[in-house]
C-alpha cells in the first residue's frame, strides 16, 4: 500500500495543476492576453477585463490597449472576456466563476450596476481588488472607477459638437438621443449633462430619448421611427458605440444626409464611411485603446499595493501622471474626429 499511496498522491497534485493550467488555457482563448508572466519578485497579478459587450469594436479596441500595458508590465496574467450579447446576468456569473478560480484583480464595465453590484461586492469581501472602467457601478462594489473623462465633459462636447455642425451662432431645431439602454449609468449621466448643457442653446429642443438596448439594427429603427415621428427633426445623438453608427445608416437610407445632422460617441474605424460621405460631421470619443491600457495598469497597482485609496496621481507607463479625483482615476481629453483627422486614427 505505501508504494501505491505515493504515486497516486502525485498524481493527484499533477491533476490539480493540469486542471488549473487547463481552466486558464481555456479563459486565455476567450480573448486574453497576459500569457502566465511574473515579475522579477516572481509573483503573477491574475487581472479579468469584462467589457459590457466582447466582439463589438469599442471594446475590443480597449482590449488591445490592455493586452499591450500586461505585456509591457510582464507581471500580469490578463483573461479578457464578457457576454457578447451584452447580458448583466451572464456578466455576473463570470464575476462569480473569476473569484473562484483565485482572480487578484477583476475590472467591470457594468451594463446594469443593479443587477452587478452584488456580485462584485461578494467578490470584493471576498478578497478580490474590484475595479471599473468605461462605466461606474456603486461605489460601495468596487475601489477605484478609470473613468475615460468627466461625465460633464462628455456631455458638453456631445452638445457643443451637434451645435456647431448644426451651425449659427443660435443653433435652431429639434433633436432627439438614440441611448444604449434605460438603464445603463454612464448614458445616464451624460443624459443628464446633456440637458444641462442644452440650456446654453435655447433654441435646440430635445424632443425624445429612445433606447436601443446596445443594438444597431435596433438603433437604425429606432432613428427611422424619430423621423417619422418629427420630420423637422434636425439632430441626432448617438450615445454608444453601436447607437451612433445605427442612427448614421437610418438617415443614409432616408436619403437626409446633410439635413438631420447626426453625431455621438463610436470608433473613427465604425464612422469613416459616414464622415467620408458626408452623413456625419463629427465623431466625438477618447482613445479607447490607451482606456485599456490605463485600466491594466491601474489593476496591477491596486494589486501590488501601489496604488490605495486618497492617491491624487497615478503614473501609468506612456500615458504618464493621470489625475484621481477621489475615486476616479482620469484618462484625459475628449477627441473629436472629422474629415480632416479621422484616417490618423486606427481604432
Request: aromatic letters at 6%.
Given at each position: ?23 486558464a488555457?481555456k ?8 500569457g ?7 509573483k ?28 509591457e508590465l ?21 464575476i ?12 467591470v ?30 461605489p ?20 457643443d ?37 442644452l440650456?446654453?442653446?435655447?433654441r435646440?429642443?430635445?424632443v ?55 453625431t455621438?460617441?463610436s ?6 464611411p459616414?464622415?467620408?460621405d ?7 470619443l ?17 494589486a ?44
Amino acid at each position: 500500500m505505501r508504494h501505491l499511496t505515493r504515486p497516486i498522491t502525485l498524481g493527484l497534485l499533477c491533476g490539480a495543476v493540469l486542471t488549473a493550467g487547463c481552466g486558464a488555457h481555456k479563459d486565455a482563448s476567450g480573448g486574453g492576453g497576459g500569457g502566465g508572466a511574473t515579475s522579477s519578485a516572481g509573483k503573477t497579478v491574475n487581472v479579468y477585463l469584462l467589457p459590457k459587450q466582447k466582439g463589438i469594436a469599442y471594446f475590443t479596441s480597449c482590449s488591445v490597449g490592455a493586452e499591450a500595458a500586461a505585456k509591457e508590465l510582464g507581471d500580469v496574467n490578463l483573461v479578457y472576456d464578457g457576454p457578447t450579447d451584452g447580458a448583466p446576468e451572464a456578466a455576473a456569473s463570470l464575476i462569480e466563476s473569476w473569484t473562484l478560480k483565485g482572480a487578484n484583480v477583476i475590472c467591470v464595465s457594468p451594463n446594469d450596476p443593479n443587477v452587478l453590484a452584488p456580485a462584485m461586492t461578494k467578490a470584493k469581501q471576498g478578497g478580490v481588488h474590484m475595479l471599473t472602467w468605461d462605466a461606474d457601478s456603486t461605489p460601495d462594489s468596487r475601489e477605484f472607477f478609470v473613468d475615460q473623462a468627466t461625465s460633464e465633459q462628455i456631455g458638453d462636447a456631445l452638445v457643443d459638437t451637434m451645435a456647431k455642425d448644426i451651425g449659427g451662432a443660435d443653433p435652431v431645431g429639434k433633436v432627439a438621443i438614440v441611448t444604449a439602454t434605460l438603464t445603463a449609468a454612464n448614458q445616464n449621466e451624460w443624459i443628464k449633462f446633456m440637458q444641462e448643457r442644452l440650456k446654453k442653446y435655447p433654441r435646440l429642443q430635445l424632443v425624445a430619448i429612445k433606447p436601443c438596448n446596445d443594438n444597431q439594427t435596433l438603433a437604425f429603427q429606432v432613428t427611422q421611427d424619430l423621423m417619422k415621428a418629427y420630420p423637422d427633426l434636425k439632430g441626432v445623438f448617438g450615445i454608444s458605440s453601436v447607437a451612433f453608427p445605427g442612427a448614421a445608416e437610418a438617415i443614409k437610407q432616408a436619403g437626409k444626409s446633410g439635413q438631420v445632422l447626426v453625431t455621438g460617441l463610436s470608433t473613427p474605424n465604425n464612422m469613416k464611411p459616414y464622415v467620408k460621405d458626408g452623413t456625419v460631421k463629427s465623431v466625438v470619443l477618447w482613445n479607447t485603446e490607451d482606456l485599456g491600457y490605463l485600466t491594466i495598469y491601474a489593476a496591477e497597482a491596486v494589486a501590488n499595493g501601489k496604488l490605495k485609496p486618497g492617491a491624487t496621481t497615478f503614473h501609468a507607463g506612456k500615458l504618464g501622471d493621470k489625475k484621481i479625483e477621489g475615486d476616479k482615476i482620469l484618462l484625459g481629453d475628449i477627441l473629436v474626429f472629422n474629415k480632416d483627422n479621422i484616417d490618423k486614427f486606427n481604432f
